[in-house]
């Protein structure tokens, strides 16, 4: 036993997405006394800038954008009670396929082994006992979300640290009832492509495989606020139309995949600690 709290790291790619995947588990646990250590491995350059300018457009300028969102980010960690936040400030890479993913300084031109290196310094210093990240598509196949992955799973094997390990996901009926909640409050969204809907399908696991349910509907309401301090992105984060109330209902729940545990504990859990305390 020693006196160093419980420690939750959550590795994630741009700000924002710790608002939109993991909101709810880092107010839960930092409300319970846990230590929440955030890594934001890009600078969201890629992101919409004011007035909704979109990358490649004239008035895009990333750099400016950059230190406007980690401001964003610095408000979002605020609201949830973040205890440390780390950057890696990698060049965000941008969508599949987008030039800026050749930019010899974006995150995924960046050699595994290099950013893996500087996270399992974290890892060290921090000694996690849970760590959260996303899986090996990235949950939608993001290029920057898939190299977050590699660095989290390269940095775990650089290091002697055996924390319970958990990737983002969501269950398949959750996902069916978010196209639904979209398709309500946009309602001027065109007819959905087949392939693409065929390809949403694909998203996320069949509940009956889902290893972790955490409930974190009494902290909805700080998930929502996180996500509106985000608000150059706002555009973006269809979430905010539908209120609180509305947004607690559907985003209440966060679910993980447990893929590393040395404690154990049953599953299907409800708790990303459980067998920790």
């Not at 409300?31 to 350059?45: H, K, M, P, S």
Request: charged content about 25%.
């Amino acid at each position: 036993m020693t006196d160093r709290p419980l420690t939750l790291m959550a590795v994630h790619a741009h700000p924002d997405d710790e608002a939109t995947g993991t909101g709810g588990i880092l107010a839960r646990y930092a409300a319970e006394g846990v230590r929440t250590v955030l890594v934001t491995c890009t600078d969201g350059g890629c992101g919409d800038g004011p007035g909704g300018v979109k990358p490649g457009d004239p008035g895009h300028d990333p750099a400016a954008i950059a230190l406007l969102r980690r401001q964003e980010l610095e408000a979002s960690c605020g609201v949830l009670k973040i205890s440390d936040l780390e950057m890696l400030d990698y060049a965000d890479s941008g969508m599949m396929g987008w030039p800026s993913n050749d930019a010899p300084t974006s995150f995924w031109q960046t050699p595994v082994e290099e950013g893996a290196a500087r996270l399992a310094e974290l890892m060290r210093h921090y000694q996690p006992d849970v760590v959260v990240t996303y899986d090996e598509n990235g949950f939608y196949g993001h290029p920057d979300h898939i190299q977050a992955h590699r660095i989290t799973m390269a940095a775990l094997e650089m290091t002697a640290l055996t924390p319970k390990v958990y990737w983002t996901t969501m269950p398949r009926s959750m996902m069916r009832r978010f196209g639904e909640t979209i398709r309500e409050f946009q309602e001027d969204m065109p007819e959905p492509d087949p392939a693409e809907m065929a390809a949403l399908a694909e998203i996320g696991l069949p509940d009956d495989e889902i290893t972790t349910w955490v409930d974190t509907t009494a902290y909805s309401g700080q998930k929502f606020d996180a996500l509106a301090a985000h608000a150059s992105q706002g555009e973006n984060i269809f979430f905010l139309k539908m209120g609180k109330e509305r947004f607690g209902e559907l985003m209440g729940t966060e679910t993980f995949l447990r893929v590393q545990d040395a404690t154990g504990a049953a599953v299907p859990e409800k708790d990303l600690f459980a067998g920790l305390r």
